[in-house]
């Protein structure tokens, strides 16, 4: 029997890949590449994007992001969340980003759901993220809060949190 010996990649040789707009993240020494998003996913995260980073501007020292950007949430574990606010402001000239955003989001594609339901989560939670949204293209989203995010609710009518007061996105609006 031949013995396989998967190559996990380190942080450094993570960094030292060349500069790119595709979503590739390392966790645990797997890199991931995601396909382009489609149009409607797109949409979504460019919806949630804007209408977030008005909200941070509204609400200093707040900065709300979007993928591409390389956020490290522990060693060896260097993702990219569709949308991120960090509440407590950001030095933008860091690369990779050194903070555990806040929140983050991600809408869900055919070809990622799994990771963003599960592994993404479980990343988010262990390292501290207070609120994970999962918008689904289909109409609908989720909110994880809690410890290690563990506590799972679907969204009736609007994204809102105690986090972010005064934000409040209708999803009659944001599917319209």
């Not at 040789?13 to 797109?42: C, M, T, W, Y």
């Not at 949630?48 to 992001?65: M, N, Q, S, Y």
Request: hydrophobic share 45%; aromatic share 8%.
């Amino acid at each position: 029997m031949l013995a396989v010996r998967p190559h996990y990649v380190t942080e450094e040789e993570f960094l030292k890949l060349p500069e790119s707009l595709e979503k590739v993240e390392l966790i645990d020494g797997e890199v991931f590449v995601a396909p382009a998003p489609n149009p409607r996913h797109q949409n979504l995260q460019l919806e949630l994007a804007v209408e977030l980073r008005l909200w941070a501007r509204a609400h200093p020292p707040a900065v709300a992001l979007t993928a591409p950007a390389d956020v490290r949430f522990g060693p060896d574990r260097l993702l990219q969340p569709d949308v991120m606010v960090f509440l407590d402001g950001l030095d933008l000239d860091q690369n990779p980003i050194a903070r555990v955003p806040a929140i983050c989001i991600e809408v869900l594609s055919p070809s990622n759901r799994s990771h963003d339901l599960l592994t993404k989560r479980f990343v988010y939670g262990a390292s501290g993220v207070q609120l994970y949204w999962i918008v689904d293209p289909a109409g609908h989203a989720e909110q994880w809060t809690g410890p290690h995010l563990t506590e799972g609710t679907r969204v009736i009518e609007a994204l809102e949190h105690p986090l972010l007061p005064g934000f409040r996105l209708a999803l009659k609006d944001l599917f319209r």
